[in-house]
Structure formats: C-alpha cells, structure tokens
T-cell receptor, first 115, second 114 residues
C-alpha cells in the first residue's frame, strides 16, 4: 500500500477557479511531518509548507490554504482564484520515524491552469 | 539568502563518460541529500550526509555512482562510467537538522546520457 496517495494524476481548470489537490497518507507513528512541494515547468522543487502531526490548525498563505485532518489522514491543498503561474506538479510528502524520517513522496498531481 | 546551488544545470554526455555533478548547500545546513527524479521511479533518495559524513547510501544504484562531501559547503555526485539509463534530473538538497525538518532543494541537474 502506498504511504502517500495523490489520487489526482492531473487536474485542469480555468484561471480564477478554485482547485483542491488531495493528499492521503498512512502512518503508524504518532509524530510525523507532512510537506507540500511545487515543481513548476522549469523543474526546480519549491518548498511550500511543513506540518507536524500535533498541529491540525489549517493554514492560509495568500491564495494557498492547507487542510490537515488526522481523522481522515488527509492533508489537502487548495488554491483560490488560480492563476496560470500556479501550473506545476505538486507533491505531497510524509516524514515519519518508522521510515527513518526519509521523505516518502506521493506521485504528484499535475495542475494545469488554462487562461 | 542563497539557496542550494547545483551545477551544471544541464549536461549531455556520451555513454561511458564520467559525469560529475556539484552542489553547494545552504550555509549552516548540516544535512545534504542527493535525489534522482525519473518519470518511471519518481523521486529517489540516493545518499545523504550529516556534517560531511555519509550516513545512508543505500539508495545509490550501483558502484558506478559515488558521492563525496569534502567540506560543509561542497558535495559531488559522480557517475563513472555513465549509461543511458542514468538519464534523469539529479537534485541536491539540504536541511538544518533532520527528523522532520524541511529539506530545501536546488534547481536540479538535468543529465542526458546518449
């Protein structure tokens, strides 16, 4: 079973629409960390957010927001009023003691924002 | 502040040639990681260092791959001899601390072996 599942392989929306990228994780640890990274077409990996398992508070950063729900083992990412520059592959990742804290990556969701 | 710096950004080489990828981590970071990204396998951790010492190289695919970190501000990943299946994007990354700490990535080195 995959430890980090990003079920949406590709999402395409029109600019200004809101879009949510799903991330479901699996761990036995009580202390763990979740991350989102962005990989734009230029190829670099850009860190977006880190969350530890004890902090379920949702976070908002500009047009970006994250919903962490331990009850459903999900850490979803929403972009509000999407823009063409948001087009990228977005990766969710898990760091847990059981895996020696090495990042376990989801397969990524390719987000296409059409003008 | 400067991020992780990698060179070269792009490299095209012939099969059998030696390839050396270079990395300068973020100043003050004590962990350095080498990752490889391919379409088939996604992101794979090859090796990581703590305070210049290799900690886990279990991800290094075979003896053709080697990595060194002679000092806190420089690391190399070497492939000798290179093969077409080594074509990938190689990322260097660094972090301050390890367990669950944020790992910051460089822009990647795009390697094509023909």
């Amino acid at each position: 079973a995959q430890k980090v599942t990003q079920a949406q392989t590709e999402i395409s929306v029109v600019e200004k629409e809101d879009v949510t990228l799903d991330c479901v994780y699996e761990t036995r640890d009580t202390t763990y960390y979740l991350f989102w990274y962005k990989q734009p077409p230029s190829g670099e990996l850009v860190f977006l957010i880190r969350r530890n398992s004890f902090d379920e508070q949702n976070e908002i950063s500009g047009r970006y927001s994250w919903n962490f729900q331990k009850s459903t083992s999900s850490f979803n990412f929403t972009i509000t009023a999407s823009q063409v520059v948001d087009s990228a592959v977005y990766f969710c990742a898990l760091s847990e003691q059981d895996s020696n804290y090495q990042l376990i990556w989801g397969a990524g969701t390719k987000l296409i924002i059409k003008p | 502040d400067a991020g992780v710096i990698q060179s070269p950004r792009h490299e095209v080489t012939e099969m059998g040639q030696e390839v050396t990828l270079r990395c300068k981590p973020i100043s003050g970071h004590d962990y350095l990681f080498w990752y490889r990204q391919t379409m088939m396998r996604g992101l794979e951790l090859l090796i990581y260092f703590n305070n210049n010492v290799p900690i886990d190289d279990s991800g290094m695919p075979e003896d053709r791959f080697s990595a060194k970190m002679p000092n806190a501000s420089f690391s190399t990943l070497k492939i000798q001899p290179s093969e077409p299946r080594d074509s990938a994007v190689y990322f260097c990354a660094s972090s301050l601390g390890y367990a669950g700490n944020t790992i910051y990535f460089g822009e990647g080195s795009w390697l094509t072996v023909v």
